[in-house]
């Protein structure tokens, strides 16, 4: 059974900080997903990782893979309050369909 | 393009009562999935469909149907709901054969079982 498990679950830090969320999963994938979701909201997606050491950057996101560890990390620079919202990150382990596994989500909240 | 659209948002059921979640994508997509989510948990995978008449059970397939009768539609049936039910539901599409593609999501339906 895919296990995929998201820390910290809850994160609250200054505006300004640098933090990082970490994504482990237990099994072989090369496809790894990232989303937001605010609150009362849908999910939001951030970033495809397809490939081992692929790094994605989007202003103040950055995601990486590393499949040989099965870890994902989302790291967060210079955080504002924009930024304050549930983070996913999802494995799909299968190359038919699409079967999304996620983690639990971890909470950001930005505080000024 | 809409997206991916889901009625109702919000619905109330008592125990033991049915009903039809709808979802509709205008994306062409050949790829559905219902999703449920619950409290302090990541979303969870109920059905999918990798295509017009094709449907496949996830992780937690108990107590719902589907069907796909086209590409655009896929609902999701509740038989006799039960509190446990109690959920935030999700329908998600994408393309099966395009790998950098991310599934995309619709708003939610909120159901709540007493």
């Known amino acids: 059974e895919l296990k995929v498990e998201q820390n910290p679950l809850f994160l609250s830090m200054q505006e300004g900080k640098n933090y990082t969320i970490y994504c482990n999963y237990s099994?072989?994938?090369?496809?790894l997903y990232w989303y937001r979701q605010d609150p009362g909201k849908s999910l939001e997606s951030l970033f495809v990782?397809?490939?081992?050491?692929a790094v994605k950057q989007e202003g103040r996101l950055m995601a990486s893979l590393d499949t040989k560890a099965r870890l994902s990390t989302l790291h967060i620079t210079a955080a504002v309050h924009d930024l304050s919202a549930t983070y996913f990150c999802?494995?799909?382990?299968?190359?038919?369909?699409?079967?999304?596994?996620f983690g639990s989500g971890t909470q950001l909240t930005v505080l000024p | 393009n809409a997206g991916v659209t889901q009625t109702p948002k919000f619905q109330v059921l008592k125990t033991g009562q049915s009903m039809t979640l709808q979802c509709a994508q205008d994306?062409?997509?050949?790829?559905m999935s219902w999703y449920r989510q619950d409290p302090g948990m990541g979303l969870r995978l109920i059905h999918y469909?990798?295509?017009?008449?094709?449907?496949d059970q996830g992780e937690v397939p108990n107590g719902y149907n589907v069907s796909r009768s086209t590409t655009e539609d896929f609902p999701l049936r509740l038989l006799s709901a039960a509190p446990s039910q109690t959920s935030v539901y999700f329908c998600?599409?994408?393309?099966?054969?395009?790998?950098?593609?991310?599934?995309?999501f619709g708003p939610g339906t909120r159901l709540l079982v007493l």
């Open positions: 998600a599409s994408s393309y099966t054969d395009a790998k950098w593609e991310t599934q995309y």
């Open positions: 999802a494995v799909d382990p299968r190359l038919e369909a699409r079967q999304l596994t």
């Open positions: 990782l397809l490939s081992n050491g």
């Open positions: 469909s990798v295509g017009a008449g094709i449907t």
């Open positions: 099994t072989t994938s090369d496809r």
């Open positions: 994306m062409n997509h050949e790829y």
